[in-house]
C-alpha cells in the first residue's frame, strides 16, 4: 500500500525555526527597470525630439556632432593657451538649443552645428583681439603643440602658421581654415560663414593673399610653400 501523501503543512519548515536573519524571498533588494534610449535613425527625429525638449535628444546631439563642433574650434583657433575649449564646445550646443526652431532643413543639421562652431570662433577671435587691446597686452608664443611623437618641424610650421593666422581679419581666418584645413569646398565654406558664394571668393582671395605674402618672408612656412605648390606664383 503506498504512503500515504504528507501534508505540505509537514512539508514546509516551521516559521518559527528560521533564523531571524535570513532574508525573505519578497525582502529581496529590487534591481531598477532599465529602459533603452530611443534609437535614432535619422536627423529628423533627433530634431523631432529636441525641439519637444527631450533629455535623450540632447545627448544624442552631443555625442554626434561634438567630435565636428570641436575639430572646428580647434582648426580655426588653434591650442591657444588662453582659451577653454570645453567651454567653447559647451556655448556651441547652448546657442543650438537655443535656436534649434531656426534648423528649417533638419537633414542639414550637421552643417548647421558646423556653423554655430565657427561662428562660436569668430566671436572668440574677436573678443581676445579686444580684451588684448584694452590691456596692452602681446599675445605669449602659441604653446607646443600637445602631441609627443609630432615632426619638430611639422610642429613649428604649425605655430608659425598660427601666428600668420592670429593677423588675419577673424572673418578673413575663418574661410581660410575651413577652405583650407578643414577642407571645405567653396559652397560648404560660404554656407557655414553664412555668406553668398561670391562673398566667399573674395574674402578667401583676400585671406590667401595676406598668408601667402607673409608665409613668404618666414624662413620655415615659405619652405613649405614652395614645396607644397601653393600661392608660389
Known amino acids: 500500500m503506498p504512503p500515504a501523501p504528507m501534508s505540505s503543512d509537514r512539508n514546509r519548515p516551521d516559521d518559527a525555526s528560521r533564523s531571524e536573519d535570513a532574508p525573505r524571498s519578497e525582502e529581496r533588494p529590487r534591481t531598477g527597470v532599465v529602459r533603452p534610449l530611443p534609437q535614432v535613425r535619422d536627423d529628423h527625429a533627433l530634431v523631432n525630439g529636441l525641439r519637444a525638449g527631450e533629455t535623450w535628444a540632447r545627448a544624442a546631439l552631443f555625442d554626434r556632432c561634438a567630435p565636428d563642433v570641436e575639430r572646428i574650434l580647434r582648426r580655426i583657433l ?25 534648423l528649417r532643413d533638419a537633414g542639414a543639421l550637421r552643417g548647421w552645428m558646423q ?53 588675419l581679419p577673424a572673418d578673413e581666418r575663418v574661410a581660410f581654415v575651413l577652405r583650407h584645413v578643414e577642407g571645405m569646398d567653396l559652397g560648404q565654406v560660404a554656407e557655414t ?5 561670391s562673398t566667399i571668393k573674395r574674402r578667401l582671395g583676400r585671406a590667401e593673399g595676406r598668408f601667402a605674402r607673409a608665409a613668404k618672408r618666414d624662413e620655415v612656412l615659405s619652405t613649405w610653400l614652395e614645396e607644397g605648390g601653393r600661392w608660389t606664383t
Request: net charge negative; aromatic share 10%; hydrophobic share 35%.
Open 193 to 197: 560663414c553664412g555668406v553668398s558664394l
Open 78 to 102: 588653434g591650442y591657444e593657451i588662453h582659451t577653454d575649449m570645453a567651454d567653447l564646445v559647451h556655448d556651441t550646443f547652448v546657442q543650438a538649443l537655443g535656436s534649434i526652431d531656426q
Open 115 to 167: 556653423s554655430i562652431a565657427a561662428h562660436t570662433a569668430y566671436r572668440t577671435i574677436r573678443s581676445r583681439r579686444v580684451r588684448r587691446w584694452l590691456r596692452f597686452w602681446e599675445p605669449a608664443q602659441i604653446p607646443e603643440v600637445p602631441v609627443d611623437d609630432v615632426n619638430p618641424d611639422v610642429r613649428e610650421a604649425y605655430k608659425r602658421t598660427y601666428q600668420l593666422l592670429d593677423r
